[in-house]
């Protein structure tokens, strides 16, 4: 059947005005009753787009015949937008710029360089924490921010100006996921006289938090979403659908955080990597729109692709609130309610599998240390602590004699001293003598006339952070009452935690104040440090030096307490080995107790000035307290006023002098910026495949390496090869900013591949971003082996376990891969945006045979390795040949499946990578 004929076409007006739409009720064959509301609109999108070259009527048939069985059959989808933040799209950014650059060195006008949808980059995660506890703490951090980002924020303030379809939300604004769902979500689109569902990839892997407004979104790498702002749809697998069932209500004593933590785990259990997840069941009722979204942006935790929550009465209510257009909200429900995109609840709807969850199941919940599936009840953590710690960092744990609380004003010194070793404190005050678990390992510390111990599972920075919670005003509003109440009963946070509280728009600075809840946070030393997300992407800034001087010296094993979503190793900050995820108003009780080896639930978190004992229920807000206080300080006009200046930007943002020129002006001397070294004098026609030979294992690593060990992120040593790179070109230790900061530098980024403190390199003898170099069997920093080796033209090939690049949707460790001079990564199974990235960079993403791995194989990583089948007739997911060599003479051959997944994905392979194939393409016209 030729769907050119038969798109569906239909009339509606809505406003009073017409517009056509593709109709799902109207195929000119079967139903789409029994598909699921995500699957219906992936079906819309190919119905409206169809062209008959890169959109089928394979494509269509798949979509209208769509089974709860998979099907290996790759689907097209054009998204009708693309959301950035500023780590990921300055990158994107720079390869505009220099995708220009190219094609006006080949003749061309740079000016038809240009997105062909509509593209918001949002600049939120440059911010640190270098300031807290202050009410000066966010003014001092914008102006770090600003210092430090100059050169990065000119290059998109030029891209503001000078790229049409591009629009830029300066720094201090808000979270770029948080902004979306409260303002740059439309749920349906009106456009050039159509209607059509709002659809988005994001080059940031939390973007489906717009799941739960009924936006089908996911995140993607950088490098398909400068694909598709060029215009070419995005290829992906036809997904299974797992119906997650949602029954009951959450319990008054649990939050939002603690469902969306609850249901990473049941999720992860269940093993949905690569699969839509959509929400149904009576449960649905009862949740807001902010405790849905909570849901879908941890989408990526649980492995699927989105998590997708069907439009409802709820979704207008929420529309409403949020000051969306009374047209805009018309068009929303008439659409849907027309097109078969509304929920009713009485769906007869057909899934791959149904994962059931009771609401009224949940307790109070955390995850960690450093996965955020590792589910752990509150009141279990005290008992669980000692066994995380033995068999995370072989430390044994004990009990000792001490006093509950370990810091008080002591009467000299202004110096620091520290003591080690296992510390019985005196009791010093009248609270009673007791006996509390302790570790082994203790500093006291004497600073500035205060005195304290820290311990392994002392807390040392506890941060409201992350859009997973700060889009939620429950949890918000729930953490500054129960602030309020602990202020009320003469508690205060302990000395030695960092404190941050990052909103993630300004409308939630705007019902903090009204309610008079800021001030009591701010009480306890939460108080605004910026709008960004901070904490959540490792920007935690420095630790207090005499903190971070005891935890070194004292080989501690201190923790995290955050809202956020990650809790990778390394992540938060690199001096911290435990993290632990949990809601905004369980960050503020953990920060008033100081250590995460305690019973929330059970044990006093403090003594009031009296003596007597304070517990968490003491000081817990109740559910219709929250409710009521929303209502009074949360106002329509908020979101207005916020969003009406949203682009405008500070005095700062509009004060940048940038040059308008079609072509970016490249600064030679910039160390942030630089043009990137993937298009420059580009042959129009690629040189053919060839097959690897001899190549070299520059990293054999084990399972869940994730893209935080890969890319670049946080922070970086004075002696990583970055730190080396940046002091040779006159950048002060002081001056290093992060590496997502400097996204926009090859330099920086290659030599940070592969350099996280944690990454476990089997053919190092060391802990750390370092490899081997065979041929003199010298250890080095993984970019200087990879310099070895390429001075031998020797090409290189990753080896890895399950679930390789898993986490966020970084870029960087894909190109940063391709610059190591990485032809291949062989792996047992990889993250699906990674194995994008990979393939998208031009290099090949392998698989060993099932019940295959480097191990069984009995590899060691000392091998030359050969890879035969590349060259000649190349298919999708083609079986290849590896012959391994190992030093002693020993030959190992198996066989690898190329996770080249369809016939684009050859191209893109073809030519090094998809951006190369795009300018291709453009120079041929």
């Known amino acids: 059947m030729n769907y050119q004929k038969a798109k569906s076409v239909k009339n509606l007006t809505v406003n009073n005005t017409s517009y056509q739409y593709s109709s799902l009720k109207d195929l000119p064959e079967g139903s789409v009753d029994h598909l699921p509301f995500s699957i219906r609109i992936l079906l819309e999108n190919v119905l409206r787009n169809y062209d008959g070259f890169s959109i089928t009527d394979e494509h269509v048939q798949t979509l209208i015949h769509w089974t709860p069985e998979p099907v290996d059959k790759d689907i097209p989808f054009k998204p009708a937008r693309i959301l950035m933040q500023d780590f990921t799209g300055v990158p994107a950014v720079v390869d505009m710029a220099s995708l220009r650059a190219e094609y006006v060195r080949q003749g061309?006008?740079?000016?038809?360089?240009?997105?062909?949808?509509?593209?918001?980059?949002?600049?939120?995660?440059?911010?640190?924490?270098?300031?807290?506890?202050?009410?000066?703490?966010?003014?001092?951090?914008v102006e770090l921010e600003y210092e430090r980002n100059k050169e990065r924020y000119e290059l998109l303030k030029w891209a503001q100006k000078g790229l049409k379809n591009f629009t830029v939300v300066p720094p201090g604004m808000g979270i770029c996921h948080q902004v979306n769902l409260e303002y740059l979500a439309k749920g349906v689109i009106a456009r050039d006289g159509w209607l059509f569902p709002d659809t988005l990839v994001g080059t940031d892997s939390h973007t489906p938090m717009v799941n739960g407004i009924g936006v089908i979104a996911w995140g993607v790498g950088g490098i398909e979403a400068e694909a598709a702002m060029l215009g070419q749809p995005i290829f992906f697998t036809c997904p299974e659908v797992i119906g997650l069932k949602l029954t009951g209500e959450i319990p008054a004593h649990c939050t939002a955080t603690d469902m969306v933590l609850s249901i990473t785990k049941v999720l992860r259990e269940k093993g949905v990597v690569g699969k839509f997840v959509e929400v149904f069941g009576d449960g649905l009722d009862s949740l807001t729109?902010?405790?849905?979204?909570?849901?879908?942006?941890?989408?990526?935790?649980?492995?699927?692709?989105?998590?997708?929550?069907?439009?409802d009465h709820r979704t207008l209510e929420y529309m409403h609130s949020t000051n969306r257009s009374q047209e805009q909200i018309?068009?929303?429900?008439?659409?849907?309610?027309?097109?078969?995109?509304?929920?009713?609840?009485?769906?007869?709807?057909?899934?791959?599998?149904?994962?059931?969850?009771?609401?009224?199941?949940?307790?109070?919940?955390?995850?960690?240390?450093?996965?955020?599936?590792?589910?752990?009840?509150?009141?279990?953590l005290a008992e669980k602590f000692a066994g995380l710690l033995e068999s995370e960092h072989n430390r044994e744990y004990q009990s000792v004699p001490t006093r509950k609380e370990s810091a008080w004003l002591a009467d000299g010194g202004s110096g620091t001293e520290f003591t080690f070793g296992k510390v019985p404190i005196e009791n010093t005050d009248p609270r009673p003598h007791e006996v509390v678990k302790e570790s082994i390992q203790s500093v006291r510390i004497i600073n500035k006339n205060k005195e304290f111990v820290l311990s392994d599972g002392s807390i040392v920075i506890a941060a409201i952070t992350s859009c997973t919670n700060t889009s939620n005003p429950a949890v918000m509003v729930g953490a500054g009452l129960l602030a309020r109440n602990a202020v009320e009963r003469g508690l205060r946070t302990k000395s030695w935690v960092k404190t941050s509280l990052a909103p993630g728009s300004k409308v939630v600075t705007q019902y903090l104040e009204r309610s008079g809840l800021n001030a009591d946070l701010d009480a306890l030393r939460f108080h605004n440090v910026g709008y960004g997300c901070t904490s959540c992407i490792g920007n935690s800034g420095p630790l207090p030096p005499q903190i971070a001087e005891a935890v070194d010296k004292g080989e501690l094993v201190v923790a995290s307490v955050l809202s956020g979503n990650r809790n990778f190793e390394a992540r938060v900050h690199p001096q911290v080995k435990m993290n632990f995820l949990m809601s905004p108003m369980l960050v503020v009780a953990y920060a008033l107790v100081g250590r995460v080896d305690v019973n929330l639930l059970e044990d006093p978190l403090d003594y009031d000035p009296n003596g007597e004992p304070v517990y968490l229920k003491d000081i817990w807000p109740s559910r219709e307290e929250i409710v009521k206080t929303i209502n009074e300080c949360m106002k329509q006009e908020d979101f207005k006023e916020v969003y009406d200046v949203i682009f405008d930007g500070s005095t700062d943002w509009q004060n940048l002098e940038v040059n308008l020129d079609q072509n970016f002006e490249w600064n030679p001397n910039s160390t942030y910026i630089k043009e990137a070294p993937f298009f420059e004098h580009l042959k129009v026609t690629p040189e053919s495949i060839q097959d690897i030979k001899d190549a070299r294992v520059l990293l054999y690593l084990g399972d869940s390496v994730t893209t935080d060990h890969?890319?670049?992120?946080?922070?970086?040593?004075?002696?990583?090869?970055?730190?080396?790179?940046?002091?040779?070109?006159?950048?002060?230790?002081?001056?290093?900013?992060?590496?997502?900061?400097?996204?926009?530098n090859h330099e920086v980024m290659m030599r940070g591949t592969f350099a996280n403190v944690r990454i476990k390199n089997k053919i190092a003898d060391k802990e750390g971003g370092f490899s081997r170099y065979f041929p003199t069997n010298e250890v080095k920093t993984v970019y200087e082996t990879a310099q070895e080796y390429a001075k031998d033209h020797t090409p290189l090939i990753v080896l890895a376990g399950?679930?390789?690049?898993?986490?966020?949707?970084?870029?960087?460790?894909?190109?940063?891969t391709f610059l190591l001079g990485v032809k291949a990564v062989i792996a047992e199974s990889f993250e699906r945006i990674h194995r994008s990235n990979l393939v998208g960079m031009g290099v090949a993403p392998l698989v060993f045979e099932a019940g295959q791995n480097a191990e069984t194989l009995g590899l060691d990583g000392s091998e030359t390795f050969s890879i035969t089948g590349l060259a000649e007739d190349l298919k999708p997911h083609k079986v290849l040949v590896v012959k391994a060599i190992h030093p002693s003479g020993k030959e190992t051959d198996f066989k690898v499946i190329a996770r080249l997944d369809?016939?684009?994905?050859?191209?893109?392979?073809?030519?090094e990578g998809i951006l190369q194939y795009v300018l291709r393409e453009y120079l041929k016209q």
């Open 802 to 816: 399950k679930e390789y690049g898993s986490g966020s949707s970084r870029d960087w460790a894909a190109k940063g």
């Open 289 to 311: 729109v902010t405790d849905r979204a909570t849901i879908s942006n941890m989408s990526p935790e649980f492995g699927c692709t989105v998590t997708y929550f069907p439009i």
């Open 710 to 744: 890969i890319s670049p992120a946080g922070s970086f040593r004075p002696d990583s090869a970055a730190g080396k790179y940046l002091e040779e070109h006159g950048v002060q230790q002081t001056d290093f900013n992060s590496y997502g900061s400097r996204r926009g």
């Open 330 to 380: 018309h068009i929303v429900e008439d659409y849907c309610k027309e097109n078969l995109l509304w929920r009713t609840g009485k769906e007869q709807i057909k899934y791959s599998s149904v994962v059931e969850f009771d609401l009224g199941s949940l307790e109070p919940t955390v995850s960690g240390p450093k996965r955020p599936q590792d589910k752990i009840l509150v009141k279990d």
């Open 108 to 141: 061309k006008d740079g000016q038809k360089i240009n997105p062909a949808i509509p593209v918001d980059l949002v600049i939120d995660h440059s911010v640190q924490v270098d300031y807290f506890g202050t009410d000066y703490s966010y003014g001092k951090n």
């Open 902 to 911: 369809s016939d684009i994905e050859i191209e893109y392979f073809k030519n």
